[in-house]
């Protein structure tokens, strides 16, 4: 059965389907449209789960560490509360009187995003929904993987690290119209992380916690 890598981009979503070396790229709307792709075993996604209620989580603490200089790609999740605030000041605010720091504009960027997929979620624990970084993908696919995304050596870093695992470029040559291709990677690396998992042979950061939703605040790859 295939599995589905999932990367935001500019209010929609770009998915990977991934069954065997075949690899189709998807125009995604929205969380719903993600969550309804047909006969999809797991699905890895490059977006925040489990949150906290008062402090940095374990899983990005130990992602920046083990990205090394590329530990920047890893934003800290907004804490839970700030999923309800209308405007940045107010998130800041509320950050604050949790855990005594103000949100990044990097991280309010995101919570579009992670507010749609925390509602589509639901409260039962979505268990073949799983929290995904491609960067950390990429490391494990080759550690060669070392320059900017955005960049020719970055683009080519990373060609050469999903091409023995997929047909990535067959994939790229009839993707969606307007698709990144940075986004387009990324999600082929979140499907390849989701392969794994669905495979039983994936690794983690996180300490085991999970947050007031039950949902485990860890990242697989």
């Known amino acids: 059965m295939a599995v589905l890598g999932v990367d935001g981009w500019r209010g929609r979503w770009v998915g990977a389907l991934l069954e065997g070396r075949s690899v189709t790229l998807l125009d995604l709307a929205d969380v719903p449209a993600v969550l309804a792709v047909p006969d999809v075993e797991l699905i890895g996604i490059d977006m925040p789960i489990g949150l906290s209620d008062d402090g940095p989580r374990t899983c990005d603490i130990e992602a920046r560490r083990r990205l090394g200089r590329a530990g920047s790609s890893v934003f800290p999740a907004p804490l839970r509360v700030v999923l309800a605030c209308a ?3 107010t998130a800041c605010e509320e950050s604050r009187r949790a855990s005594g ?21 639901g409260d039962e624990p979505a268990e073949h929904v799983r929290e995904v ?10 550690d060669r993987v070392e320059s900017p995304k955005a960049s020719a050596r970055g683009l080519a870093q990373r ?8 047909d990535v470029l067959d994939a790229l040559a009839v993707a969606p119209p307007g698709v990144p291709v940075v986004d387009a990677l990324d999600a082929c690396a979140a ?15 996180g300490n085991g916690a999970v947050d007031s939703r039950g949902r485990p605040m860890r990242i697989c790859w």
Not at 133 to 142: I, K, Y
């Open 87 to 89: 405007d940045y000041p």
């Open 101 to 121: 720091k103000a949100l990044s504009v990097q991280t309010w960027n995101l919570v579009p995003a992670i507010r749609a997929l925390d509602d589509a979620l």
């Open 133 to 142: 970084h491609p960067e950390l993908a990429f490391r494990a696919l080759d």
């Open 159 to 166: 060609l050469r690290a999903l091409q023995p695992v997929m």
């Open 191 to 205: 499907a390849w992380s989701a392969r794994r998992q669905a495979d039983g042979r994936d690794e983690c950061v």
